[in-house]
């Protein structure tokens, strides 16, 4: 069974800290993996990796991907009390159907 | 270029009442994705379409539950018979072809009483 995995579940950090988000999957027919960024409603997209090694920013955000590893990360630089939100990381699966396959996401709190 | 749409946003179903959940791709995008997020569960796949099209349905519990994406109109997720269990978030995401990242609409938070 295709599955994602996602440490820690939960993380409090102080303004200004640096983060980072695990994520490792089993899944079959793998394709990339995607990281996004839930507060009370709509996941919102950050990051798709499909290369293993390429290192992929936008602002304070960052992720990587090891194919080889089964593993990908999120850092976040610099966290503001805006960064606080679930991140989600989800395997896109190919070959016929293509779906994401989810983590329960890690909860991240960012007090002032 | 507006985002995915659906609605309602909320709705409450008494037992064994149908529920009717909309939902309206970017546009642009051919392919729709429906997920449902149980409490203190990740979300989980449910069916994937494209117009007129059940491409993979292999997340959908056999019983009750349906979905569509006609040609005209939004796509539809429906349940029939709706039970206690069914109260979750759903989520619809679209995308303009394959292997490229999907985008979620705000999602429907259905509640069976």
């Known amino acids: 069974e295709d599955k994602v995995v996602q440490s820690p579940l939960s993380l409090v950090v102080h303004e200004g800290d640096t983060v980072t988000l695990n994520c490792s999957y089993e899944v079959t027919n793998f394709r990339s993996l995607l990281w996004y960024k839930q507060e009370k409603k709509a996941p919102t997209f950050l990051f798709m990796l499909t290369s293993s090694g390429i290192e992929k920013k936008s602002g304070r955000l960052s992720s990587i991907l090891d194919k080889k590893e089964l593993f990908s990360i999120l850092n976040i630089t610099a966290t503001q009390t805006g960064d606080s939100a679930v991140y989600l990381c989800a395997a896109l699966t190919q070959g016929g159907s293509e779906k994401l396959v989810f983590g329960k996401g890690t909860k991240l709190t960012v007090n002032p | 270029n507006a985002g995915v749409m659906q609605n309602p946003r909320h709705l409450v179903r008494r037992r064994g009442q149908e529920a009717r959940l909309r939902c309206s791709p970017m546009k642009g995008h051919s392919h729709v994705y429906w997920y449902r997020q149980l409490p203190e569960e990740g979300l989980k796949f449910m069916v994937y379409?494209?117009?007129?099209?059940?491409?993979?349905e292999s997340g959908m519990p056999k019983e009750r539950f349906s979905a569509e994406f006609p040609k005209e109109g939004p796509s539809i997720l429906r349940i029939q018979q709706v039970v206690r269990g069914d109260s979750a978030a759903y989520f619809c995401?679209?995308?303009?072809?394959?292997?490229?990242?999907?985008?979620f609409g705000p999602g429907t938070r259905l509640t069976v009483t």
């Open positions: 379409l494209q117009k007129e099209n059940i491409i993979d």
């Open positions: 995401a679209s995308s303009p072809g394959l292997s490229v990242e999907q985008y």
